[in-house]
């Protein structure tokens, strides 16, 4: 099993629609959650993060988790084409912050 | 956001030189800074932790001797790549935490002819 699981996608929505991306991980003890957009040929830039179950807003991004499953999702409202990329779920495992592992990403696609 | 910059951005070498990429964390310090390599269409992959002081910590399957790393200071961290081949050409990215969240360098793309 994967520390971090993504679809891989591509997942495609239509221009202003709900976009959802899930993922999964293996370590229970893990702490602290984020989302990071990667267009291509580009590195990673910081969207969410997330520490306690439940929801987090923050404009058109509400990240949710849920410890218990051990499941964090992104949803993403009124999809625009700029919001087409690869997001990838990262989760920092253990006390000292230092290991922080990634998921291969979802690709996601917004069609105008 | 915390800034980190890397340099070069792009880079080719020919096979068998070495090639040193720079990580600076700009507006804070870094005890401890990330290399990570991502080849095309697959996700980043950790290569070594580097620690400010002391010898970096490699993933396993990282040759150590290969990928020298190098954090002098709490704003720089190197990766050098040495004795480079066509097989190490891929994309190289540092990040560093600050706070609660892990910021990236631009990234680094090495092509190896």
């Known amino acids: 099993q994967k520390e971090v699981e993504q679809n891989s996608g591509p997942l495609s929505v239509p221009e202003g629609a709900i976009a959802s991306l899930n993922c999964t991980y293996s370590?229970?003890?893990?702490?602290?959650f984020f989302w990071y957009r990667q267009y291509s040929g580009k590195s990673p830039e910081l969207i969410m993060f997330?520490?306690?179950?439940g929801d987090k807003e923050d404009g058109r991004f509400t990240a949710q988790l849920n410890k218990a499953s051990q499941y964090v999702s992104l949803l993403i409202r009124d999809s625009q084409p700029s919001d087409s990329a690869t997001y990838l779920c990262?989760?920092?495992?253990?006390?000292?912050?230092?290991?922080?592992?990634f998921g291969a990403g979802t690709r996601l696609t917004v069609k105008p | 956001g915390a800034v980190v910059s890397q340099h070069p951005s792009r880079v080719i070498c020919k096979s068998g030189t070495s090639v040193k990429i720079e990580c600076r964390s700009l507006?804070?310090?870094?005890?401890?800074m990330f290399w990570y390599r991502q080849f095309p269409k697959q996700s980043l992959m950790l290569m070594a932790t580097?620690?400010?002081?002391?010898?970096?910590?490699?993933e396993q399957g990282v040759e150590k001797d290969k990928f020298l790393i190098n954090h002098a200071s709490l704003t720089l961290s190197t990766l050098t790549v040495t004795s480079a081949h066509p097989e190490d050409s891929s994309f190289y990215i540092c990040?560093?935490?600050?706070?609660?969240?892990?910021?990236f360098g631009q990234g680094t793309r090495l092509t190896v002819v």
């Open positions: 990040s560093a935490r600050e706070g609660r969240g892990a910021f």
């Open positions: 370590d229970r003890g893990s702490q602290s």
């Open positions: 997330i520490y306690s179950n």
């Open positions: 990262a989760v920092i495992r253990g006390r000292s912050g230092n290991d922080m592992r």
């Open positions: 507006d804070f310090q870094a005890t401890t």
């Open positions: 580097s620690n400010e002081g002391s010898k970096a910590t490699y």
